[in-house]
């Protein structure tokens, strides 16, 4: 899937001859452009591109943006390009937060601001409501405040998701999440974007209400284990279920919240 094969059906099926020749005049510098995004984004400095800069085509940035509105993401070409790109997200959970339903496509540069990348394939995520919602439209100017990118930010070869049980006065179970300082020690500029993604997009306390519902709705099962069969063979079974879904991946709230209890078991009990 290129932006030059998208560009050349969105030619294809634009009516009006002025804006068909406009289109057609413009791909080889929107296509030179992605590819700029391409090597870019390898090397972690998509946010050196200026937000608002005018790029001379031949296309205004209200016609740019119209090319995703308008043509890419109805008709023929949603089926084509449109439903393609949504269907890349694993189970068809968002890959920001890994919990909600995909249900639409966001451009990593907001098309508002980097118009020249609306319907740039690499620039488009699929994304679930809840996370297009919060994310917003604004500029990325720096690298530590720039929200990861799915396909390029490759972190789940690491761990760096890490999650605190606390118990309270009332006995409840409450889970806090945080970025892992370990890896400040790494790399503290990975540090801060982790914590900056995290925070725009809300996931600690998103993350934080799927654990304690959770634990709650299994409290009672993991107490009888450690009763009947003791607490080395309780934690035995949560380290079973943590290598299976560290497996298929590292960092999410549920593998976060199982090396805390395994940890801590004497916590929850």
């Known amino acids: 899937m290129s932006v ?9 099926i634009t009516r009006d001859k002025n804006k068909k ?3 057609c005049d413009s791909i080889d510098l929107i296509k030179e452009y ?3 995004y391409d090597d870019l984004a390898t090397n972690h400095n998509l946010h050196t591109f200026i937000p608002y800069d005018k790029v001379e085509v031949s296309l205004t940035s209200t016609d740019l943006q119209k090319l995703y509105t308008n043509s890419f993401s109805k008709g023929s070409l949603k089926e084509k390009y449109y439903s393609k790109i949504l269907a890349l997200s694993k189970d068809g959970k968002c890959p920001i937060c890994g919990i909600g339903q995909v249900s639409n496509l966001d451009h990593y540069l907001a098309k508002t601001i980097y118009p020249i990348f ?3 394939p690499i620039n488009l995520i699929p994304i679930c409501r809840d996370c297009n919602f919060k994310k917003r439209d604004k500029p990325i100017i720096n690298y530590v405040d720039s929200p990861l990118h799915p396909y390029y930010d490759d972190i789940d070869n690491f761990i760096w998701l890490s999650a605190n049980i606390l118990k309270k006065e009332e006995g409840n179970i409450v889970v ?4 892992d300082k370990s890896i400040m ?3 503290n500029s990975l540090y801060c974007k982790l914590n900056s993604h995290c925070n725009l997009y809300r996931l600690f306390e998103l993350y934080a209400i799927q654990a304690t519902t959770e634990v709650a709705e299994n409290l009672d099962a993991w107490k009888r284990i450690a009763f009947k069969e003791g607490i080395e063979k309780l934690k035995d079974i949560l380290k079973d279920m943590l290598i299976s879904r560290e497996n298929f991946q590292k960092n999410t709230w549920i593998t976060a919240l199982f090396r805390s209890i395994i940890d801590h078991i004497n916590i929850i009990l």
Not at 4 to 12: A, G, K, P, Q, V
Not at 176 to 179: A, L, Q, R, T
């Open 4 to 12: 030059r094969e998208i560009l050349t059906d969105i030619s294809n």
């Open 21 to 23: 020749s406009q289109i």
């Open 34 to 36: 992605s590819d700029k």
């Open 118 to 120: 609306s319907v740039t």
């Open 176 to 179: 806090e999440y945080f970025v």
């Open 185 to 187: 020690e790494i790399d």
